[in-house]
């Protein structure tokens, strides 16, 4: 460090030189500076994380980056999609409806709207701060943290809401919102026969995609598509498929 007056040869009580430096504390100055440097990182992580938890769409850009394959879009889903996505539905169900990837809510926000009872709702989440997220918003429905293609064995693991007897309630309704193209064959392929599985007989798969296009992967899963609409008031414009089991067609 350099003085602007250099240092007086003598002062008080103390020898001259690197001592003299030490005794009256100069050379604390870069150590302060590292730990101020690191008090003022340390201040905007946690404003950064504030400003995250109060804003669902930071998060979800978070998530976007850390993982952009399981993510799969630069935004959630508008609340034209989220409602189109819900008429799909019919709340009267007695089973349940299962929402893979539920994200920030949108879509599961839309589905209680409906009028889905909450403890018939269950949201398969797989990233860690996004399941966080929708039990603070949801604290009635059961939000699972855990991979979609694990379905079954959630069930049988009894996790999934069960009826006054103790059953297993049939799945009537899976609406999703994965991103099945952007995720790898493997998983994507468990995650169909997983669906399929575990869909009752006369139960209804929801899911949307931004290939406008083309067949649904969960046909390639077993299913036959029954119905199919655009929603062109989404970032970027969607289509909503509704499909269910061959028979029942
Ligand atoms: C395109 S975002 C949709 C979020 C929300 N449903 C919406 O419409 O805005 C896909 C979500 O699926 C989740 N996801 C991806 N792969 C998953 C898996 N195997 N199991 C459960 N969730 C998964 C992601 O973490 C992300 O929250």
């Known amino acids: ?3 602007k007056h250099p240092l007086p040869s003598r002062l008080p009580g103390v020898r001259v ?9 100069l050379d604390a100055g870069p150590r302060l500076a590292v730990q101020a440097a690191r008090a003022s990182v340390a201040r905007m992580r946690r404003a950064m994380d504030r400003a995250v938890a109060q804003s669902p769409q930071s998060l979800f850009l978070r998530e976007l980056m ?12 508008s609340p034209r999609l989220a409602t189109r996505m819900a008429e ?9 409806v299962v929402e893979l990837g539920g994200g920030t809510g949108v879509i599961s926000s839309a589905l209680l709207a409906r009028g889905v009872a909450p403890e018939r709702l269950v949201i398969i989440e797989q990233s860690d701060a996004l399941a966080a997220l929708l039990r603070r918003r949801f604290p009635l429905v059961r939000v699972i943290h855990g991979d979609a293609a694990e379905l079954a064995q959630l069930q049988i ?17 899976i609406v999703s919102g994965l991103p099945l193209l952007s995720i790898p ?21 929801v899911q949307f995609t931004y290939a406008l296009r083309g067949p649904s992967p969960w046909q390639i899963g077993g299913l036959v598509r029954l119905r199919s609409e655009r929603v062109i008031a989404n970032l970027p414009p969607a289509r909503i498929d509704v499909l269910g089991h061959a028979a029942a067609g």
């Open 1 to 3: 460090m350099r003085f």
């Open 66 to 77: 850390a993982q952009p394959g399981s993510v799969g879009a630069i935004c959630a889903s």
């Open 88 to 96: 799909q539905v019919d709340p009267a169900t007695h089973g349940l």
């Open 185 to 205: 064959l493997p998983v994507r392929q468990r995650i169909l026969q997983a669906g399929a599985l575990m869909l009752a007989p006369q139960g209804r798969l």
């Open 17 to 25: 030189g690197a001592r003299v430096v030490r005794d009256i504390g």
């Open 157 to 173: 693991q009894g996790l999934l809401p069960l009826d006054a007897a103790g059953a297993p309630l049939p799945i009537d309704y």
